[in-house]
């Protein structure tokens, strides 16, 4: 089996115009391995490693049905755009046979036909009709959607305002099924999953992936192996999937859609318990902002809320049990409808339910921002364990999976016993066929990288401990001499939105005479669309905020400098972070140590992971926050970064970004 996959691997290697790499060899026969002998792995393959390749080869090699779940948008599409096509003729001359491969999403990422062409508009597509401005954007999706061929795919579709396809698309919960819709054979979402059905490698996302496993329910099709990219994102990812959320629009949506659907007692109840909750859930909102003492994760329902709550949860109990004696429905159109009514009023059902008697397992807050009630579960490691682990063998990769060189924090995060873990439940036994979640190999296989020679890691020291009010003087005025010494090229990261903003305030005035062109995210931004227009521009810099430190890729000249602002410790007011972090000092450990300090070490390696993302690339990582060489706690981030070579000195820095920025305006980039 080694031998044939080595061949394959070459073959797939040289499909795409690569070199071996012995990381990327390390970690094909250890997947190999895991999927013949039906154990769990978890390997770091530093950036570089081409470890999809490592991963993908020995898959179709082994003949296994393989579900791979990646974090982010990115990937998914570099996956079966460009590594599946590019490998699959290679691989099917050297295995002699055909393979296929599949991409795989939820219902709502499709378009419903019957939704599209339902004679009577729902609440949803009323909004088409009330704002005119969104009616271009409908006829231009209609074109598409009726063009032969299309995938129906939201990702496929012309760009169109999100009210547009949430007016022609419906959630899982919502759809009537393949048997009882007029438009079954047809569906969009139908077709896509009968292909991935029979694929050799299906493709999806972790909160798919998630959704199933917590709710023990087929979504994705069956596999006999399980392949976790960018696996430091899923405790996370399979967190905010189950998350629970109830705001006044998702409640009055349920209640327009019942009294359209249903009319009498039952619904106007339900929209008088809708309108109730919207005015109960403003009074609370603006509680909360005269006193922020309020906001954050809450103990138990607030009272003024209780009530407003308890009355959704029994209006839409009595709408939900009428429609299901309702069976004398056969067209589809009605049954169609209907579905979607139940699905929405259930959904709402279900959370109001939960929200009024939570467990001690879970945390509850509310977002003033959003005016929305959240409630997530303290933990997901269990129900992964349980319904994951034992079912199949689990490939988890990243190039970020260990903190301080050990990878005992995430490995427990999705659910491995490790260490002889104290978990009451590592001590299960498992029935014929099933796999213990102790059974796991844990495998470094470095990087191709040169980083010490390819890198520098500027520490300084002078500068203050950051506050709560963003980034200091001294900090950007060190950010500022570091972009004139780079001549732009430069990606700053921040741990905050005011720290963005600060940034570019000052950035703008003592930077006004050069030419640099300064990108700055915004909320709601479409983070390819400004790495885009960093990348073409290599004396711009980029300025911006979480989802910019991790999936970026900038290889070259535009991206020199990476600063950071700040070590990024979860808030203290980040609900169930910190409510993690308090179970654990409660059961006598850290929270700082076990929850926070392994947050801010995996995404402090991710944003540092920015900068040399090819053989050629050279450049600084500057981090302005002194506690990494002043706290005893430094060692454990610096352990978890690439080894870069490291200085606190800022005139070496400047004087290397300024040679840097000459070679590259000398060869004209």
Known sequence: MIEKMRKALDAAVEAIGGQPREGQIEMAEAVANALSDRHHLLVQAGTGTGKSLAYLVPALVHGKKVLVATATLALQRQLVERDLPRIKAALEKELGRELTFAVYKGVGNYLCLQKMNSAEADPDGEVLLEIGTLEKDAKRLRAWAETPGVSGDRDDAPEVDRRVWYANSVSGRECIGKDDCAYGSQCFAVNAKAKAQTADVVVTNHTLLAIEIVDSHAILPERDAVILDEAHEFMDRTTQAVTEELTAARVERAAKMAKKYLPGKASDAFAKAADNFAEALTDFAGDVRIDPTKAGRLPELPAQLEAPIRKIKETSNA?????????????????????????????????????????????????????????????????????????????????????????????????????????????????????????VQMLDVGSPFDFAKQGALYLPKHIPEPGRDGPSKEALTELAELIDAAGGRTLALFSSWRGVEMADEYLRKVLAELEIPIITQKRGDSVGTLVERFAKDPKSILLGTISLWQGIDVPGPACTLVAIDRIPFPRPDEPVMSARAAEADAAGGSGFMQVSLPRAALLLAQGTGRLIRSIDDRGVVAILDSRIVTKRYGSVLLNSMPPFWRTSDGAVIRESLKRLNKDYLEAGQ
Not at 347 to 374: C, I, N, R
């Open 319 to 439: 709408v939900v049990a009428l429609i299901n004696a309702d069976s004398d429905v056969v067209d589809p159109d009605s049954l169609a409808e209907r579905a979607r009514v139940k699905g929405a009023t259930n959904e709402v059902l279900q959370t109001a339910t939960k929200m009024l008697k939570p467990s001690g397992h879970q945390v509850m807050w509310f977002d003033p921002t959003y005016s929305t009630m959240y409630l997530a579960p303290l933990s997901v490691s269990q129900v992964l364990r349980a319904n994951l682990l034992t079912d199949t063998p689990v490939i988890a990769t990243s190039a970020t999976l260990s903190v301080g060189k050990s990878f005992d924090s995430i490995a427990k995060s999705i659910g491995f016993v490790v260490g002889g873990s104290e978990d009451e439940d590592s001590e299960d036994e498992f029935e014929a066929g099933e796999i213990d979640p102790a059974n």
